[in-house]
């Protein structure tokens, strides 16, 4: 918990102890903790350089009290971080002076490689402060679904994540297993036809664009900094993400049973509208809701009865109208 803080954990559970038993002892503490004289020394050296212990003359092992201790490591890390920020805006000043009125050809970089890529994927998306946006293609070269940590971490410290995934990517096994994790993370999730390229924008700062790859060759990316062309790509995601359709996939129930709300709908019921309206086949849809293509067609009718119309392009209108998808 306090490797915020720079102290690890192994270190916090020698200083756990000492709060735990005022006045312990190395050998007590060893003894307590299972490890050896040595360990509990180096950790108490540790903890004595951030002022946590304090050795007595008799030898006896004292702790500081955490609220005054950890208070004032905790006002000395905010105070980095202010100092860090300040930093951060000066030098972002003089990047855009430095850069002002040079070529596109010096804003660009080329990152080829799995690893490299993976790396400024990482970067680019940690770097944005207010709005993560992105285009989502398939097949999936460098960073397989559930595998963007980042994401998440953009989510949680309140960055607001835009998503627009082509078509193909829900036909992917267990793609709506992850639209499903990632729509109740809080991202923001249309579908399109399809999409000209991969795209990720932190912000109005920073794009990074994969390169199309021929069979069995190196992958490769673009990340470009506040340019036109950055404009030009800035431009270009919102008139696709107005054309989006809207995604929303009710997680599963255990059961299939009826929605909870009154409807006779099922949210297996609201996934199959939901798949089919952005675009999927029936078979995909049942692929991915793990159903045969039969029990697929069977929910369809049912929910035609409900609706009382006569054609599925009837039971979209009607969906939409009534909030089933």
Same mark, same amino acid.
Do not use: C
């Given at each position: 918990?306090?490797?915020?803080?720079?102290?690890?954990?192994?270190?916090?559970?020698?200083? #756990?102890?000492?709060?735990? !038993?005022?006045?312990?002892?190395?050998?007590?503490?060893?003894?307590?903790? $299972?490890i050896t004289a040595s360990e509990v020394e180096a950790a108490l050296a540790t903890l004595g350089e951030v002022g946590l212990v304090l050795a007595a003359d008799d030898g006896s092992i004292h702790g500081a009290p955490p609220a005054v201790a950890?208070?004032?490591?905790?006002?000395?890390?905010?105070?980095?971080?202010?100092?860090?920020?300040?930093?951060?805006?000066?030098?972002?000043?003089?990047?855009?002076? &430095?850069?002002?009125?040079?070529?596109?050809?010096? *804003?660009?970089?080329? %990152?080829?490689?799995?690893?490299?890529?993976?790396?400024?994927?990482?970067?680019?998306?940690?770097?944005?402060?207010?709005?993560?946006?992105?285009?989502?293609?398939?097949?999936?070269? =460098? =960073?397989?679904? $559930?595998?963007?940590?980042?994401?998440?971490?953009?989510?949680?410290?309140?960055?607001? =994540?835009?998503? %627009?995934?082509?078509?193909?990517?829900? !036909?992917? /096994?267990?793609?709506?297993?992850?639209?499903?994790?990632?729509?109740?993370?809080?991202?923001? =999730?249309?579908?399109?036809?399809?999409? /000209?390229?991969?795209?990720?924008? &932190?912000?109005?700062? *920073?794009?990074?664009?994969?390169?199309?790859?021929?069979?069995?060759?190196?992958?490769?990316?673009?990340?470009?900094?506040?340019?036109?062309?950055?404009?030009?790509?800035?431009?270009?995601?919102?008139?696709?993400?107005?054309?989006?359709?809207?995604?929303?996939?009710?997680?599963?129930?255990?059961?299939?049973?009826?929605? /909870?709300? $009154?409807?006779?709908?099922?949210?297996?019921? #609201?996934?199959?509208?939901?798949?089919?309206?952005?675009?999927?086949?029936?078979?995909?849809?049942?692929?991915?809701? $793990?159903?045969?293509?039969?029990?697929?067609?069977r929910r369809l009718r049912h929910l035609q009865d409900l609706a009382g119309v006569d054609s599925r392009m009837q039971l979209g209108w009607y969906a939409a109208r009534h909030d089933w998808a």
């Amino acid at each position: 918990m306090l490797e915020s803080l720079g102290i690890a954990p192994d270190v916090e559970a020698v200083y #756990r102890a000492v709060i735990a !038993a005022p006045a312990t002892t190395v050998a007590l503490l060893g003894e307590s903790l $299972g490890i050896t004289a040595s360990e509990v020394e180096a950790a108490l050296a540790t903890l004595g350089e951030v002022g946590l212990v304090l050795a007595a003359d008799d030898g006896s092992i004292h702790g500081a009290p955490p609220a005054v201790a950890l208070g004032a490591l905790i006002t000395e890390q905010h105070q980095g971080l202010r100092l860090a920020e300040q930093a951060l805006a000066t030098l972002a000043e003089q990047h855009r002076s &430095a850069i002002a009125g040079q070529g596109i050809s010096d *804003l660009i970089e080329v %990152v080829t490689g799995p690893d490299g890529i993976r790396h400024r994927f990482q970067q680019v998306q940690h770097a944005a402060a207010e709005q993560l946006r992105m285009f989502v293609t398939a097949p999936f070269i =460098v =960073v397989r679904p $559930g595998e963007n940590a980042a994401e998440t971490a953009a989510v949680d410290r309140g960055v607001r =994540v835009r998503v %627009v995934i082509e078509q193909a990517v829900l !036909a992917e /096994p267990g793609a709506t297993a992850e639209a499903i994790l990632s729509i109740e993370r809080g991202l923001e =999730v249309r579908v399109v036809d399809r999409l /000209p390229m991969k795209l990720v924008l &932190a912000d109005d700062d *920073l794009a990074l664009v994969p390169l199309e790859v021929a069979p069995g060759g190196e992958p490769g990316a673009v990340l470009l900094q506040r340019s036109g062309l950055l404009s030009a790509l800035d431009a270009l995601f919102e008139a696709v993400w107005q054309r989006g359709y809207p995604l929303a996939l009710p997680g599963l129930a255990d059961d299939g049973g009826p929605d /909870p709300e $009154g409807e006779d709908l099922s949210p297996v019921d #609201r996934q199959v509208l939901a798949l089919l309206l952005a675009g999927l086949t029936d078979q995909a849809a049942a692929n991915q809701l $793990g159903i045969s293509l039969r029990s697929l067609q069977r929910r369809l009718r049912h929910l035609q009865d409900l609706a009382g119309v006569d054609s599925r392009m009837q039971l979209g209108w009607y969906a939409a109208r009534h909030d089933w998808a």
